[in-house]
């Protein structure tokens, strides 16, 4: 395959990572991205499947809109493993030769995607927070925060295809269910024997936390170091439950062992994008601010009047977190309030009397 003769290449995949039967979360995003960019370009999106009798999935991803899946159905797919998955998508990309692969940027995406780079020898630009079609090449521009995010730069692969990116979770939009989608399921014919996996996998551990995922709630109440020690986030929990949501925490907070690393949201943490996100305590720092300015949209409750914060906060409370919080939880019962006082730019606590 010559990878220089760019004209050859076609239709933007994304690649269906599933563990279990499941879809990892990510992929309905990558579909939703996807599907802007193949219109842009005027072409299909497409969408690479491997597993163990999965099938269900195939349909599934046409729902979400795909026109085509490639699917790989083989026992030796069952579990993800590098080798295995590698040699599928290679076969697959050396006979339909896509131009854009899209992974999500999870551990078996990250994983994944340098060791398809590297085989095909093209290029690939990891963690992606953004991608848009250049309107007169129609090449990809692929941008991803830099140098400890204080930059962002903005990659093209301009003479060899595919074009490949990882993708942050959490950050694009995702694909919407449409039942009357259709498309084709293409069957993989893989040449992949036994003897090309060096790895066993010998068990899967899941841990035991609780699960509510950060990705995915709709109401996110984080906590920094202002809310000064781990039982702040009992506040918080309760000010979430009564949201339906969940916590988050900033870094200096999980560094202070208040909280799992699972709830980090940052640069080094979990990138979210809910409905609201609520930051109680947190100056809003860049590697914070990296990973949550997209929600739709920020209260900020610091102390601080002059917090960095404040910069990317929609509504923002001067006030210390455990005198606003719990004023909070009591005026939701009284919405109407709520509602009125969030509609003024800044609000003092006073207000909240
Ligand atoms: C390479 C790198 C990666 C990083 N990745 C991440 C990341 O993923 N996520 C992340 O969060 N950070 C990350 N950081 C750390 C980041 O730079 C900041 O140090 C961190 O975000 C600060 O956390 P904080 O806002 O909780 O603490 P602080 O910056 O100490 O802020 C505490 C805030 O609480 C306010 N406050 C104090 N008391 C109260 C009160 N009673 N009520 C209300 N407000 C009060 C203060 O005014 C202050 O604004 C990273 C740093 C580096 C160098």
Not at 31 to 53: D, F, M, P, S, T
Not at 132 to 145: M, S
Not at 221 to 235: E, H, P, Q, T
Request: with cysteine; aromatic share 6%.
């Amino acid at each position: 395959m010559d990878n220089r003769d760019i004209k050859q290449f076609k239709n933007v995949w994304v690649f269906a990572e599933q563990r279990n039967g499941i879809l990892t979360p990510v992929v309905i995003e990558l579909l939703g991205e996807g599907r802007k960019l193949a219109n842009e370009i005027g072409v299909e999106l497409c969408a690479i499947l491997g597993g163990y009798n999965v099938d269900g999935l195939a349909d599934e991803l046409i729902r979400f809109g795909a026109d085509k899946v490639y699917y790989a159905n083989n026992e030796l797919l069952k579990n993800y493993t590098t080798d295995g998955y590698t040699k599928i998508i290679i076969e697959a990309v050396e006979e339909f030769k896509p131009e854009i692969i899209l992974i999500g940027a999870t551990h078996i995406g990250r994983d994944l995607a340098p060791r398809v780079a590297s085989n095909l020898n093209t290029g690939l630009t990891a963690d992606c927070t953004k991608l848009e079609i250049d309107p007169e090449d129609k090449k990809l521009k692929q941008t991803r925060p830099a140098f400890g995010g204080n930059i962002m730069a903005t990659i093209v692969c301009p003479e060899r295809r595919p074009q490949m990116s990882t993708v942050r979770p959490g950050v694009m939009d995702k694909a919407v269910e449409d039942a009357d989608h259709k498309g084709e399921i293409i069957k993989l014919n893989t040449k992949l024997t036994k003897s090309d996996i060096r790895t066993e996998v010998v068990e899967i551990v899941k841990t035991k936390k609780d699960l509510i995922s950060l990705t995915d709630a709709e109401f996110i109440i984080s906590g920094g170091l202002g809310i000064k020690n781990a039982d702040g986030f009992k506040l918080l929990q309760k000010l979430a439950d009564r949201l339906g949501g969940t916590i988050g925490a900033s870094r200096a907070a999980v560094d202070a062992g208040w909280i799992d690393h699972s709830r980090q949201v940052g640069q080094t943490g979990t990138t979210v994008k809910p409905k609201v996100y609520v930051a109680c305590g947190i100056s809003g720092a860049i590697q914070h601010l990296a990973g949550m300015q997209n929600s739709d949209i920020i209260i900020a409750i610091n102390t601080n009047e002059n917090a960095p914060i404040f910069e990317v906060a929609d509504y923002g409370i001067v006030g210390d977190v455990y005198d606003v919080v719990p004023k909070l939880i009591e005026l939701l019962d009284d919405d109407k309030r709520l509602v009125d006082l969030f509609n003024s730019n800044r609000i003092d606590v006073s207000q909240l009397q």
